[in-house]
C-alpha cells in the first residue's frame, strides 16, 4: 500500500455531524382593536437531518407575540424565531378599525385578517412571507363592508383565517400538530376576528389562538410558546383593544449520547430523554446552544 494510502487511513476527520430535528415556530400576532380583526400565527417550520458539529455554537431566539391594537389601531406584528439557519417569520397583526377605515392585516408567518367598516374593507395580509419551502403558514381572511363591523381571522399554520360573512367575523386557521415533544401538541393557529356588539366574533384556531370579541373587552391571548394568533377586540361605543400574540417555542431532538449546553446563557430551557432521545425545548430568550 503506498505511503499516501496509508496517511489517509491514519488521519483523524473529527466526530460524525449530529443528526437533530427541529421544531421552530415564531411569535404570533397581536389583534387589532376597536372590532379588530385577529393576528396572524407565528411560522411554522419543522424537518430532520440538520447537521450539527460537536462543540459549535448555534443561535436560538424564541420570538414573543405581538401586541394588541389599541382603540382604532392595528396590532403588531410578532418577533421572529430562529435556530442557526432556519428562521420562522412572526406572525402579521390584525387589521383595526381605524376610525372608518377597515385596515389590512399585516404579512407574516401567516398573515393578520382583516379589518373592516362600514365604508372599507380590510384584506387579510399574506401568509408565509418572506416565503420559506415548504411554507410556514396561510394568509388572513378579508373583512367586508357591512353595516354592522365584523372583520377576518388569522391565518394558521395549516389553513388561512376565516373571511368574515354578514355579521359573523372570520374564525382564525387551524394550527399544525407536531408530535416532535413525545406527545402531539397542536401549534400556530390563528386568532379569531372581533366584531361589533350583536354580532358572532371569530374563535381562534387550534394551535394558540385568541379568540376574538363582539363587546367592550379585550381579545383573547394567543397560547404561550405555541405562536397563536390574538383575537380582535370588539364592541360598540368604545371598543376593546385586541390581544396578545402567543410567544413561539424552539424544540431540538437528537441522540441522547449527546448533551446540550447555554453557553453564556440567556436561554431559558428544559430537556427529557426517551427511547434513545433527547428533546429541549426552549421556552424563551436568546444565546446559544452547543452539543459535547
Request: net charge neutral; charged share 5%.
Amino acid at each position: 500500500m503506498s505511503g499516501i494510502h496509508l496517511a489517509l487511513l491514519g488521519m483523524n476527520f473529527g466526530p460524525s455531524p449530529i443528526s437533530v430535528e427541529y421544531l421552530v415556530v415564531a411569535g404570533g400576532g397581536g389583534g387589532g382593536g376597536n372590532r379588530g380583526a385577529g393576528g396572524g400565527a407565528g411560522g411554522f417550520r419543522t424537518a430532520t437531518g440538520f447537521e450539527a458539529i460537536v462543540a459549535t455554537t448555534y443561535t436560538v431566539t424564541v420570538g414573543a407575540g405581538g401586541s394588541g391594537g389599541g382603540i382604532n389601531n392595528k396590532g403588531t406584528t410578532g418577533n421572529n424565531s430562529v435556530f442557526s439557519t432556519i428562521t420562522s417569520n412572526g406572525g402579521g397583526g390584525g387589521g383595526g378599525n381605524n376610525f372608518g377605515t377597515g385596515e389590512n392585516g399585516a404579512d407574516g408567518g401567516s398573515g393578520g385578517g382583516g379589518g373592516a367598516s362600514t365604508v372599507a374593507q380590510g384584506l387579510g395580509g399574506t401568509g408565509n412571507t418572506p416565503s420559506t419551502v415548504p411554507s410556514q403558514g396561510n394568509n388572513g381572511g378579508n373583512g367586508v363592508i357591512y353595516s354592522s363591523v365584523v372583520t377576518g381571522g388569522g391565518g394558521g399554520a395549516s389553513a388561512s383565517g376565516g373571511n368574515a360573512t354578514a355579521s359573523v367575523s372570520g374564525n382564525g386557521g387551524v394550527g399544525t400538530t407536531s408530535s416532535i415533544s413525545g406527545s402531539s401538541v397542536t401549534y400556530a393557529g390563528g386568532g379569531g376576528g372581533g366584531a361589533y356588539t350583536g354580532n358572532t366574533a371569530g374563535t381562534g384556531g387550534s394551535g394558540g389562538g385568541g379568540n376574538g370579541t363582539n363587546n367592550d373587552t379585550t381579545g383573547g391571548n394567543g397560547t404561550v410558546n405555541t405562536g397563536g394568533g390574538a383575537g380582535g377586540g370588539g364592541g360598540q361605543s368604545t371598543g376593546a383593544t385586541g390581544g396578545a400574540g402567543g410567544s413561539g417555542i424552539v424544540i431540538l431532538k437528537y441522540p441522547d449520547t449527546y448533551t446540550i449546553s447555554n453557553p453564556g446563557g440567556g436561554l431559558t430551557l428544559s430537556t427529557s430523554t426517551a427511547g434513545g432521545f433527547s428533546v429541549t425545548s426552549i421556552t424563551a430568550g436568546t444565546g446559544n446552544v452547543s452539543w459535547s
